[in-house]
Nanobody, 123 residues
């Protein structure tokens, strides 16, 4: 079993930055691919970014490409999502997810999920 805890959400003005963290416990973190997803009120959960176990490959949704950066530090059992140039449309609950098998955009591939952290971007 894996426990994921997201931190770093909050209220920020448009154009600002936030860094989300996802701390993992319960299983060797370096064996897990990590994805970030988000869900805005009244909308479906959507893919944001993903990173492979060693961090060699990353993938981003078109809507965040060039503004968000996913990374990980396996020595700290933590993944990060650095968000810059935030827009009101980025307002959502952000979830960290982990998979021991694969890396990608489909949320069904991820077995473990955090509780989410709220990001609110004001205009």
């Amino acid at each position: 079993q894996v426990q994921l805890v997201e931190t770093g959400g909050g209220l920020v003005q448009a154009g600002g930055s936030l860094r989300l963290s996802c701390a993992a416990s319960g299983r060797t973190f370096s064996g897990l691919a990590v994805g970030w997803f988000r869900q805005a009120p009244g909308k479906e959960r959507e893919f944001v970014a993903a990173i492979t176990t060693a961090g060699r490959l990353t993938d981003y949704a078109d809507s965040v490409k060039g503004r968000f950066t996913i990374s990980r530090d396996n020595s700290k059992n933590t993944a990060y999502l650095q968000m810059s140039g935030l827009k009101p449309d980025d307002t959502a609950v952000y979830y960290c997810a982990a998979s021991p098998r694969t890396f990608g955009r489909y949320d069904g591939w991820y077995e473990y999920w955090g509780q989410g952290t709220q990001v609110t971007v004001s205009s």
